[in-house]
């Protein structure tokens, strides 16, 4: 296991249709999180999961996004219907967190550049 | 206003030269993360660090709680060293990372 990776590295789409993401990460780790990164801007948390469980979604992530993690090992995230401003760079990390709460530090994927034209 | 600043946002260098990267963060933190980002989107871990400072080859992060201040060294630094330089905060719930806008590095030969 090599690290975090991520599947397509890039993605051109028309508006209005769906895209998928996957995302492998480090394999003991049972943290993952997906951010959005935008032109000239650093990456904004969008979701994390601890285990298969989705823990907590951002306020950016509309009902057109969904991710899963089902078997809490890798993930999808689903854009549907896209929008020429989901256009940006989606990230995948991974981290393992002890039962008290200490762990590593976050482990990043290549990332995913999403173009909707 | 961001809980995350940094300075300055665009840094060009001649090779050799000493740089210096800052970092000022508005709220609580239990770690601060340097990370690099070279054109192409992924991003490398260089540090975490909580308190003090970290050494690793030619790189050098400090951090001051107090002051909610962290800096990033590059000693000597180098054309491969061009890149965006990001620092990342860890707050009181202790998984997600709130970000900076980065530091755009260029280190000319």
């Known amino acids: 296991d090599t690290g975090v990776s991520q599947d397509p590295r890039h993605k051109i789409t028309k508006r209005g249709q769906n895209v998928t993401f996957r995302c492998d990460p480090i394999s003991e780790h049972n943290r993952l999180y997906w951010y959005r990164q935008t032109l000239g801007q650093g990456p904004e948390f969008l979701t994390y999961?601890?285990?298969?469980?989705?823990?907590?979604k951002s306020r950016l992530l509309s009902d057109r996004f969904s991710a899963e993690r089902p078997k809490g090992s890798f993930s999808t995230l689903e854009i549907q219907r896209t929008e020429q401003g989901d256009s940006a760079m989606y990230l995948c990390?991974?981290?393992?967190?002890?039962?008290?709460?200490?762990?590593?530090?976050?482990?990043f994927g290549q990332g995913t550049r999403l173009t909707v034209v | 206003k961001n809980e995350v600043e940094q300075s300055p946002q665009n840094l060009t260098a001649q090779e050799g030269e000493f740089i210096t990267i800052n970092c000022s963060y508005s709220v609580g933190i239990s770690a601060l993360h340097w990370l690099q980002q070279h054109p192409g989107g992924g991003i490398v871990s260089l540090f975490m660090l909580s308190s003090g400072k970290k050494k690793h080859g030619r790189l050098i992060a400090t951090i001051n709680i107090q002051e909610k201040h962290s800096s990033l060294h590059i000693t000597a630094s180098h054309p491969r060293d061009s890149a965006v330089y990001i620092c990342a905060v860890k707050g009181g719930s202790n998984y997600k990372l709130t970000f900076g806008k980065g530091t755009l590095l260029t280190v000319n030969p």
């Open positions: 999961f601890q285990n298969e469980a989705q823990l907590e």
């Open positions: 990390a991974s981290s393992l967190t002890g039962p008290r709460g200490g762990g590593t530090e976050a482990f």
